[in-house]
Nanobody
Framework: QVQLVESGGGSVQAGGSLKLSCEVS????????MGWYRQAPGQERQRVAF???????SYLDAVKGRFTISRENAKNMMYLQMNDLKSEDTAVYYC??????????WGQGTQVTVSS
């Protein structure tokens, strides 16, 4: 059974930092492609950052230079370091896993609120 547990969300002032974590179980973790997505009220869910099994990464243009996605295979963990947060980063953030066998799995989401 694949499970994803997110943590690290919260409230911060503009310019501050937060680090999100996603613990994954039930997969061959090192072979996963994984990513962080976000959804603000009234908006569609958008992909924020993605990391592949070979550690290649991609980012939404709006977060380039501010956010960093990483993975720690030995701990089955994925992270999103968010710096210089802006009010427009306010959203529910979700982690997603694409296992080597296909399909995708989502975490429950964690709220990030940035006040200006």
């Amino acid at each position: 059974q694949v499970q994803l547990v997110e943590s690290g969300g919260g409230s911060v002032q503009a310019g501050g930092s937060l680090k999100l974590s996603c613990e994954v179980s039930g997969t061959d973790f090192s072979r996963n492609a994984m990513g962080w997505y976000r959804q603000a009220p009234g908006q569609e869910r958008q992909r924020v950052a993605f990391i592949y099994s070979d550690y290649m990464t991609s980012y939404l243009d709006a977060v380039k230079g501010r956010f960093t996605i990483s993975r720690e295979n030995a701990k089955n963990m994925m992270y999103l370091q968010m710096n210089d947060l802006k009010s427009e980063d306010t959203a529910v953030y979700y982690c997603k896993v694409v296992p080597h066998w296909g399909g995708d799995y989502w975490g429950q989401g964690t709220q990030v609120t940035v006040s200006s």
